[in-house]
């Protein structure tokens, strides 16, 4: 008969044995049937173009005219001649439209509308998804939910809500007071534009250099460094990048010929312009009548102040942050994508 | 009764004036031979009578408290992908006007891959007006030239071959000749393994509108991760590395490190910097440091996502793995000075980077560290080890985050949606012993290299794909 203390070593041996080995069991069992062994998958087609979901409507819907290849997801519904007679509420496909609908009244759609033609809607109108092949005008106080595209301009009334992708080839419009996430168009319009707007700036830049102001560090032949906060002077011309590890104010009329970044804020003066990117990981003040070619990029907020000018008509670009607020009368041409919040503030 | 010059004694006594020394003592001098060691005396043998035992204790301390500070630091990565605010402040930018842009594709004997790669990138959404694409075929002797040269008939004005008849060997040798045909400021660098998206280049390329940008890195994904037990177990390193670790850094701001392919770099900032040095193994670490202490910044971006081949032979990835460790400690050796020194660097940045650099060294280290436990435990020291086990235990994790900490592994895996491969998890101690006594024959080799003045060699990783379809 074994001693005591020997059962003991054993037991204790055997369980620090299991204790060690359980977690091979599963291991093994996987090694040798496995269940998970996909690559992690990698769309090769993967682009973040803002009207996806509006081109895979468009597709399907032409699958269904006949007038492209099938796509397996055909199943939709015509809405009858007269609009009025639609049930929109009881739809339980996707609607196509053959023709324009004018409506003074609210349309309510829960199901992803497409148009031929054009789409105007009465105030508090609301969609879940809308594509049109010709403009789409909602009344005020309406509401897109997931996406909506116009083959032309795109137009929204007053203290509407304008939730996650809305796009369109010619033009957005955006009344004050709307909310917004992701915009992209040739040209977005902020706010009534009724008011003359403040007036444009009228100076006389002349010629500096960066390598004049305090601390600037020349990085390379085009671009300077300066640790700490810098302020240009106004109505000056600065030609290549700076960064800055500070906060960058550009003064009054000011125009840099370049890209900027700024780490701890921006502030693009009235008048001054930036012909290049702006990038910032905090706050980007953007004042009247500045204009930046971008992208603008900012880590935090964006405010953009009434006729400043984001972009060129030939050349769109992307403003990107976590808020931007822009006041009645701005432009951006190209992409605006507010993470949390984008509103349209009167001037 | 104990005594020593720090006034062991008063330990007993706890005068509160030696509260320090008393707390220190033990971790410094406990470790003693038995032969030479009075029973049942305490716990603190002295550090005058047992020199050899207390100096080997000290070491063991201090490697214990390295590997503790590399566990803090997996576990505030880990955290931080958890829990943190993820940064990815590039992403969006869809619509620009996009720079004019050159990419490479190194390539030495890949008639295997490279038609895919350039399939893909002939296939891309970037302006077709903005980018260069040059196959760096370097000295192949295989069909790689004649796959190439089709491509170029086919697509005219659309691909310049640049092919290496001699020179150098390496990858970073033929990347530096082929630099000199770059157009625009920007240069993409894919291996010939590579098979970027549609969408993949716009990704790389939008961080460089910010002009504080040297590199940028985009996340490798392994394509043949089913192949066997090593390319799954590599799969789940490469999740960790990536998208815990590398994401994190660029969250915190500190140092994502810039890969050598899947990214860019700015060539005005290279050359900035010293230019592209081709006298490394690591020339993707080497720029990346360089970049960083003359104070430009390098950009991870997580959803920029390629496939890669991972080697599917134990043999080969032990090559692999000694040809990083080699080249990693060739940057550490040059620059870590230079970097703990920078002027352009936050403490936070400072502190990561030094740790990085030092990371392809950790594993020598916790193998001294081993010996010296064992060491001390057959000299019966033991009183001090069976109360460091806690310690032992996170230096184990510590050293097993020098490729991918087990926690890191589970939480990216998890992020990426993948949750029963993770049972396959406790093999990685397999892999992470190959590692390390990998890594460790590395840095042995270097330090002969550099004594015998030995040239290093670049052994280029093997291929497994199938031809492509378009070069039969």
């Known amino acids: ?347 | 009764m104990l005594t020593d010059s720090c006034g062991a004694a008063s330990v007993v006594a706890g005068l509160p004036a030696r509260r320090t020394c008393a707390v220190l003592l033990p971790l410094l001098t406990a470790a003693a031979p038995a032969w030479a060691q009075p029973v049942a005396e305490g716990l603190v043998p002295s550090f005058k009578d047992y020199p050899v035992a207390a100096v080997m204790a000290c070491l063991l301390v201090l490697i214990v408290l390295i590997m503790t500070l590399y566990g803090i630091r997996h576990f505030m990565f880990t955290m931080n992908r958890l829990t943190g605010t993820q940064r990815h402040p590039y992403i969006d930018i869809a619509v620009a006007r996009w720079p004019m842009i050159t990419v490479f594709i190194a390539a030495h004997n890949e008639e295997r891959v490279i038609a895919g790669c350039m399939e893909a990138l002939l296939n891309t959404d970037y302006p077709a007006d903005c980018l260069k694409i040059i196959p760096v075929n370097d000295r192949s002797g295989d069909g790689t030239a004649a796959i190439i040269d089709g491509y170029v008939a086919r697509y005219p004005g659309r691909i310049w071959p640049f092919h290496r008849v001699g020179g150098k060997a390496g990858k970073s040798a033929a990347l530096k000749d082929a630099l000199h045909f770059a157009q625009g400021d920007i240069a993409i660098i894919f291996d010939a393994d590579y098979v970027p998206g549609r969408g993949l280049l716009k990704q790389l390329v939008a961080p460089f509108f910010d002009p504080e940008v040297g590199a940028v890195m985009g996340r490798v994904v392994p394509v043949n991760s089913g192949a066997n037990l090593l390319t799954r177990l590599l799969d789940l390193e490469r999740s960790a590395g990536y998208q815990v670790d590398q994401q994190a850094r660029m969250n915190l701001n500190l140092m994502p490190q810039y890969g050598g392919t899947v990214g860019g770099v700015r060539l005005s900032a290279v050359e900035a910097v010293g230019g592209w040095h081709d006298d490394t193994l690591a020339e993707d670490t080497d720029i990346t440091f360089r970049l960083m202490f003359n104070g430009w910044k390098t950009v991870y971006t997580n959803r920029s996502e390629c496939y890669e081949e991972v080697p599917e032979e134990w043999g080969v990835r032990i090559k692999q793995v000694t040809r990083w460790a080699k080249g990693h400690n060739q940057v550490m050796a040059r620059y870590w000075w230079q970097f703990a020194t920078s002027p352009y660097l936050t403490r936070g940045q400072r502190v990561d980077g030094l740790l990085l650099l030092f990371v392809f060294v950790i594993p020598l280290v916790m193998l001294v560290g081993w010996c010296l436990a064992l060491g001390l435990y057959f000299l019966n020291a033991g009183s001090l080890l069976s109360q460091l086990i806690p310690i032992f235990a996170l230096m184990i994790y510590g050293t097993l985050g020098n490729f991918a900490a087990f926690f890191e592994i589970v939480v990216a895996v998890l992020i990426d949606g993948n949750r029963r491969r993770l049972r396959l998890l406790p093999f990685n101690m397999l892999g992470f012993l190959v590692s390390l006594f990998a890594i460790s024959g590395a840095v042995w080799s270097l330090m002969l290299d550099r004594l015998l003045k030995r040239d290093m060699v670049w052994d280029k990783t093997i291929r497994y794909r199938e031809p492509h379809k378009v070069a039969k």
Request: charged share 15%; proline share 6%; with cysteine.
């Open chain 1, 1 to 347: 008969m074994m001693p005591d203390t020997y059962l003991t070593h054993a037991a204790f041996a055997l369980v620090c044995l299991i204790l060690l080995t359980l977690p091979f069991v599963p291991a093994f069992c996987e090694w040798l049937r496995p269940t998970d062994l996909a690559a992690l998958p990698v769309s090769a087609n993967y682009t973040s173009d803002i009207d996806h979901f509006a081109r895979r409507l468009h597709t399907d819907v032409s699958a269904k005219l006949g007038e492209g290849p099938a796509t397996g997801y055909e199943d939709f519904d015509f809405l009858p001649g007269e609009p009025g007679a639609a049930d929109w509420k009881d739809a339980s496909k996707r609607l196509i439209a053959r023709s324009s609908i004018t409506q003074a009244n609210a349309i309510l759609s829960q199901q992803p509308l497409y148009v031929q033609g054009d789409l105007r809607a009465g105030p508090a109108s609301a969609f879940s998804a809308v594509y049109a092949t010709g403009d789409i005008g909602l009344g005020a106080e309406s509401e897109i939910h997931d996406w909506a595209h116009a083959d032309g301009v795109l137009r929204v009334g007053r203290s509407a809500i304008a939730l996650r992708r809305v796009s369109a080839g010619v033009a957005i419009e955006l009344g004050n007071e709307t909310w917004f996430e992701r915009l992209q168009a040739p040209a977005l319009y902020f706010g009534s534009r009724e008011g003359a707007g403040p007036a444009p700036y009228s100076g006389s830049p002349v010629e500096a250099t960066y390598a004049s102001l305090p601390d600037a560090v020349q990085q390379t032949p085009g671009l300077f460094l300066i640790r700490g906060n810098c302020a240009l002077p106004p109505d000056s011309v600065f030609r290549g990048s700076l960064v800055v590890t500070g906060f960058l104010t550009i003064g009054m009329g000011t125009t840099v010929v370049g890209d900027i970044k700024a780490r701890e804020g921006v502030s693009i003066g009235y008048g001054a312009q930036v012909h290049g990117a702006v990038t910032c990981e905090k706050r980007v003040y953007v004042f009247k009548q500045a204009r930046a070619w971008g992208p603008l990029v900012s880590e935090s907020d964006v405010l953009m102040g009434s006729g400043a000018v984001i972009g060129l008509p030939d050349a769109q670009t992307t403003v990107s942050a976590q808020n931007i607020i822009v006041e009645d009368g701005v432009t951006v041409h190209g992409a605006v994508w507010a993470h949390e919040v984008g509103m349209v503030k009167s001037a």
